[in-house]
């Protein structure tokens, strides 16, 4: 195409080509995401196992019961596992709401860079930092304007940290330390001086107790590896009932109860689990559960007239009638807030909790709230005063909680054969589809989040399955 824009790998003078911002010196504050394959990623499989029995009755009739179970294995699922920690970002942001800063998201808390290295600043509220790297890290006195008071905790600004990642600081801002000298630090874990670059990145984080990474400067923010870890179970059951065609009649009628259970298959809109750490904690219905499903098909036939027939027996004979019945459960839907209250920089798999002041027209019995389910990286509850909840924290409602409305279709085939001499015959054709015209619900919003208002449109429909449709044709045979 002309004019086209492509990204180029290869680009001379590219920044964003083989991480050549890290040396062009050009500081990213959110770095880019990468989306490995995991090196001990194996394809999935099933397991399978069935039995059925079949029963001959009457004549043509003949019915079956069966019963079905497949189990999946290693299935593919999207993971971050370079996730932030919502409890070092959480206490940060206390640390510096308590400190006299201004702190509307504990994301974008910044430390003041309008200071000397290692000297006190006055926030003008009765509270000071002593600044040790402006813009960087420093300690929080609430109470006194010249750090004479207790101190609250070290305050980073998240974005030099990579948001207290596993892999440490971001390295994009690695020339922002020059190096301290031995003996200019007035700091017990800085004794030796702070190394310039990204050594010392990792100096001021492992002071701050903050992740210091592998070793190695890591360019990326969210790892979102392609692993093979999920898992899901199916069990059905089964009824057929059957009769082959005859005296211008046959039927098939199958009915089937099941239940899908994955961790792993939403890859419509939440892409990743609610929280990378804990991703065994999606277990539940899967998008595919389809609780009760009946179809049933019939030809029914009149008898063929013959010469010598009298005028009603040629206008009736000659016709085929053709339903196709459907009937099924609707498939659960997720319900997302739109936010990130993970503080994972991702706002496509967030839950609200249940309970709550929330409620939604499309979802009746059900009210919503923030996320209050808060769990530092060992899986323990937290609490942070003024922050988590709802910061940091995942939503109490579990995934796929919800099921769409049912769907119900009937399909019609009329047909009338008309004899035209002794080789030629002529058949008129009539489809119908969705013949009751009702409205089949496609997808509906999932959408709801507690914290802009008391009522949400969760559930409401956004889209439906064709409506009735007719067709007509001319089949000549000879």
């Not at 940060?92 to 003041?112: C, E, I």
């Not at 929080?140 to 004479?148: F, I």
């Not at 001021?204 to 070793?215: M, R, S, T, W």
């Not at 709230?369 to 910061?391: E, H, Q, R």
Request: a positive charge; aromatic letters at 12%; charged letters at 15%.
């Amino acid at each position: 195409m002309p004019n086209q824009q492509r990204f180029d790998p290869f680009a001379a003078g590219s920044l964003f080509a083989n991480q050549n911002y890290l040396t062009a010196g050009l500081p990213l504050p959110i770095l880019p995401f990468t989306l490995p394959l995991a090196k001990n990623f194996k394809y999935g499989y099933a397991e399978q196992a069935n039995l059925t029995i079949e029963r001959e009755l009457a004549g043509s009739w003949k019915f079956s019961l069966g019963y079905q179970w497949t189990r999946g294995l290693h299935l593919n699922r999207p993971q971050d596992i370079n996730s932030t920690d919502p409890k070092l970002l959480a206490q940060n942001a206390f640390n510096a709401a308590a400190s006299g800063l201004s702190v509307s998201n504990p994301l974008t808390v910044v430390v003041p860079s309008n200071a000397a290295a290692f000297s006190c600043l006055s926030t003008g509220s009765a509270s000071s930092i002593f600044v040790m790297i402006p813009g960087v890290l420093g300690q929080g006195h609430p109470g006194s304007t010249n750090c004479s008071s207790p101190s609250v905790g070290f305050i980073g600004t998240p974005a030099f940290f990579n948001f207290f990642r596993p892999s440490g600081p971001n390295p994009s801002f690695a020339a922002l330390i020059p190096g301290i000298p031995a003996g200019a630090v007035p700091l017990p874990c800085f004794s030796s001086g702070i190394p310039a670059g990204y050594a010392g990145q990792v100096a001021l984080a492992k002071c701050a107790n903050y992740p210091g990474g592998f070793g190695v400067p890591v360019p990326f923010n969210s790892v979102d590896a392609q692993l093979s870890n999920g898992n899901s179970w199916y069990n059905a059951l089964t009824f057929n009932l059957s009769k082959r065609f005859s005296k211008g009649f046959e039927l098939l009628s199958s009915y089937t109860w099941s239940h899908a259970i994955d961790d792993s298959t939403d890859l419509q809109s939440p892409l990743e689990p609610q929280d990378s750490r804990f991703p065994n904690l999606e277990r539940s219905n899967s998008v595919n559960d389809q609780r009760h499903r009946w179809v049933t098909s019939a030809v029914m036939q009149s008898g063929s007239s013959k010469s010598g027939d009298g005028f009603f027996k040629h206008f009736v004979g000659g016709f085929t009638l053709s339903p196709i019945i459907e009937f099924s459960s609707g498939r659960p839907f997720n319900v997302i807030t739109a936010t990130d209250t993970r503080l994972d920089l991702g706002a496509s798999q967030a839950r609200p909790s249940v309970g709550g002041a929330t409620t939604s027209p499309f979802i009746p019995g059900v009210t919503f709230g923030v996320a209050n389910i808060c769990l530092d990286n060992s899986g323990k509850p937290f609490t942070v005063p003024g922050v988590s909840p709802p910061a940091g924290c995942d939503g109490s409602l579990g995934r796929n909680r919800f099921t769409s409305p049912n769907f119900f279709q009937w399909d019609m085939r009329l047909s009338k054969r008309i004899p035209l001499g002794e080789r030629f015959k002529l058949d008129l054709i009539a489809d119908s589809f969705n013949l009751f015209n009702r409205t089949n619900i496609a997808a509906v919003n999932q959408v709801c989040d507690p914290s802009a208002g008391a009522t949400c449109s969760a559930g409401q429909p956004t889209a439906s399955y064709d409506a009735r449709q007719f067709q007509f044709a001319l089949k000549v045979s000879w």
